[in-house]
């Protein structure tokens, strides 16, 4: 291997980096200012300055014609922003996120952050409703930026109709609006995973979706003994109701008012199913029913026949054979907050207690047939970008994502800069990161660059080595350091 030029060997050794001193005062003046536009210029100026009374040659400052208006630097609250670090991390969430529902046979879909508002005014009583981020545009047409995905999924496969063939497997990670109180993990912008199952009435569905939060944590790190799920089923609440003869209309408002069990005091829940229209009876029958964590015991009080003990057997027999047994458990209070759930729901929390709802989902048979489609079985779940990162933090999980660059490549002279430039190309062209060093700068600060930007290799561009076709190369962490020709650069 041909020994390295002494003048760039110098420029290489850390040990030496203080003896160097690099004048680059011939350079004052880039050539490419002094041509004829801008001598006029400078000319003019000088003109204009001297009929003024100026200082001959001096250039006039330009005049303030409008005082500069401080902005607050701040996002909107409850928003944020994503500097590197931060986007780095968001990257990471979203490719396990996009890997996870690659495993599973998912495809990639996407909708507008502004919708119809239509689309998400339902039924009275939903905290989404009051929690819209809603206005009317220009054309005088109420609209919505989006605080959920799935009705967005809803109109999507309505439009597509009969020309997607059955089932439908799609899955997207976009960002959603709520105007909600702050609390830890809850924010007004939020980005959120979809998986959705179109097409499939069994609970096989369900199961495969559980399986995929379930194969997401455990990539992440996060175990059975950190999170586990809640899984119920509407049906149960249906059959109680059933029972006391309550009109099948009051279903989707009961349930909107259990939601909030673990909200509010017990005896403003009660007061707000009697308003509803729930007699006496019916109310402590149903409380009753919601306070059972065995499958076994509901199906003494409910019998075996029903729907919803055939179903949630059915889920608890598929949890064994997909491995995730472990992490579910039955809670008949997990009814979800959304009208349109219609079979099994369920919920993630995490163990300790200290976090909202990780995730939740369930089955929604009948939100097509509502928005005036076919009446096509469907599920899928929402989770959210923020409670995980919480999650994380609280485990110490959070994965180091450091910036990472194949390359740093700098040039010696203010003349080889073209030179550099082309280097950074070449190696670009075979798929390898480069910070090119853009102005001319002190060896001492392109070796604290590196550093930081954890670059593997230092290239340098060094006028004697470029005459003969090569360049300077230092492996960063080895200290190994050679020449090498430019067309043997990998």
Known sequence: MPAIHSSLNCFLKPLFL???SISFSKFAIPKQVLNSRNLCT??????ASSHNGGRSGALSPLPVTEEVQ????????GTRDFPPEDMRLRNWLFHNFREVSRLFGFEEVDFPVLESEALFIRKAGEEIREQLYCFEDRGNRRVALRPELTPSLARLVIQKGKSVPLPLKWFTVGQCWRYERMTRGRRREHYQWNMDIIGVPEVTAEAELISSIVTFFKRIGITES???FRVSSRKVLQEVLRCHSIPENLFGKVCIIIDKIEKLPLDLIKNDLRYAGISEEAIEKLLMVLSIKSLTELEEILGGAGEAIADLKQLFLLAENFGYSDWIQFDASVVRGLA????IVFECFDRDGKLRAICGGGRYDRLLLTFGGDDIPACGFGFGDAVIVELLKEKGLLPE?????DNIVCALDYDLQG???AVATILREKGQSVDLVLESKPLKWVFKRAARINAQRLILVGNTEWQKGMVGVKILSSGEQYEIKLDQLE
Do not use: C, R
């Open 18 to 20: 203080s003896q160097i």
């Open 42 to 47: 400078l000319a003019s100026a000088d003109s």
């Open 70 to 77: 401080k902005i607050d630097v701040n996002p909107p609250k």
């Open 226 to 228: 950190d999170v586990g």
């Open 340 to 343: 349109y759930y219609t079979g």
């Open 401 to 405: 994502l450091d910036l990472q660059v």
């Open 419 to 421: 030179a550099a430039a």
